[in-house]
């Protein structure tokens, strides 16, 4: 069984600032962990995946996350806020050979002028 | 490359009523899964189909079920509508022979309205 937990369901940051959204996760497979970003009105856009080749992963848009295996944990980071990171943003698990993508209920991301 | 498209975008039905919806996937893409998005649930999963078949199911109702056709192309039904049944329904698409590893596609959903 798999399960997401996203710590947080809206996060406010100022233009310029750190964004950090956090994600913990539980697998009983090697995980296969995905974070997701949804605009209003549209479908979710791929940010990153880790799959196993590296703990630190870059993404578009000048996002990371790290993958945590002690900690259960996959945080999404980005040094720099921008106006146009404001949406939502999933945390997502899925393994072995399940395409099942098991999501977090999402954190809100609001960036202020 | 054209993305995954999905028809009606909207859609309004009366309770009772059924719907079908449709999802054409990313050429080359033989992996097609639906996603049921609400306020309340979250995003569930409901089902993946590869090559017309169903490969696995999430926890939904028979109510729920779908089909994939040899182009790839599938469909998903919901028969006699619920309140509840109101959602964004979300397809995503992959080549579906990686394993879970592999990056889903996902378009740009169907609301779904039920009065």
């Not at chain 1, 196993?52 to 980071?77: D, Q, R, W, Y």
């Not at chain 2, 993946?48 to 089909?67: A, D, L």
């Not at chain 2, 394993?99 to 596609?105: D, F, I, K, P």
Request: net charge positive.
């Amino acid at each position: 069984a798999q399960s997401v937990t996203q710590l947080g369901s809206h996060v406010s940051v100022s233009e310029g600032a750190l964004v950090l959204l956090r994600c913990n996760y539980s697998s009983s497979v090697p995980p296969y962990l995905f974070w997701y970003v949804q605009y209003p009105n549209q479908g979710l856009q791929l940010l990153l995946k880790y799959t196993s080749a590296a703990t630190l992963v870059k993404g578009i848009n000048g996002f990371e996350a790290e993958f945590k295996k002690s900690e259960t944990s996959f945080h999404l980071t980005k040094p720099s806020a921008h106006m146009s990171d404001a949406a939502e943003y999933f945390c997502a698990v899925s393994g072995g050979s399940n395409y099942k993508l098991t999501f977090g209920k999402g954190t809100l991301l609001t960036v202020n002028p | 490359k054209a993305g995954v498209t999905q028809t009606p975008r909207y859609l309004i039905k009366t309770r009772g009523q059924q719907v079908t919806l449709s999802c054409s996937p990313i050429s080359g893409h033989r992996s097609v899964s639906w996603y049921q998005q609400t306020p309340g649930q979250g995003l569930q999963f409901l089902f993946e189909y590869f090559s017309e078949t169903q490969r696995n199911k999430g926890n939904f109702p028979g109510r729920f079920s779908g089909r994939q056709f040899s182009n790839s192309r599938s469909e998903m039904n919901v028969s006699t509508l619920e309140l509840g049944d109101s959602a964004l329904y979300l397809c995503a698409s992959s080549f579906g022979t990686g394993g879970g590893q592999e990056t889903q596609y996902f378009g740009p959903g169907t609301r779904l309205l039920v009065l």
